[in-house]
């Protein structure tokens, strides 16, 4: 009972998910076991890591040389531009919900498929 209801507890099948790399923001492995060359952007999939990407992005550091000249993302303000998933492509970052491999996140056998067809 709890709180004068009748409550049931059920026992589940034992699974912690399919790891997420937070260096290469793959799935299907723990960031120990990554073999990257260099630490992914989970926004923009570059060749830095989240908090870098002010810095290095080529979308938010700005360019002087430009024509026009491209003014740096002012501190304090996200990222306006257009995110990118290392895994599916599509517009969004990679530890996002709306990435059709964070919903298959319980699926290791989808994972491994999926990869396979990239």
Not at 2 to 12: A, D, E, H, K, V
Not at 89 to 115: I, M, P, T
Request: glycine share 8%; hydrophobic share 25%; proline share 12%.
């Amino acid at each position: 009972m709890f709180r004068g209801r009748p409550l049931w507890i059920c026992s589940s099948s034992k699974s912690s998910g399919v790891p997420l790399c937070t260096r290469c923001w793959k799935w299907g492995h723990p960031v120990g076991r990554c073999h990257a060359a260099a630490a992914k952007c989970p926004r923009c999939s570059g060749p830095h890591k989240l908090e870098e990407h002010r810095a290095v992005a080529g979308c938010c550091k700005g360019n002087p040389k430009a024509d026009p000249p491209q003014a740096p993302t002012p501190g304090g303000e996200p990222c306006p531009h257009t995110p990118h998933c290392p895994n599916c492509g599509k517009n969004h970052s990679a530890h996002e919900r709306a990435c059709v491999f964070w919903s298959h996140r319980f699926d290791q056998l989808w994972h491994v498929e999926k990869y396979r067809q990239v």
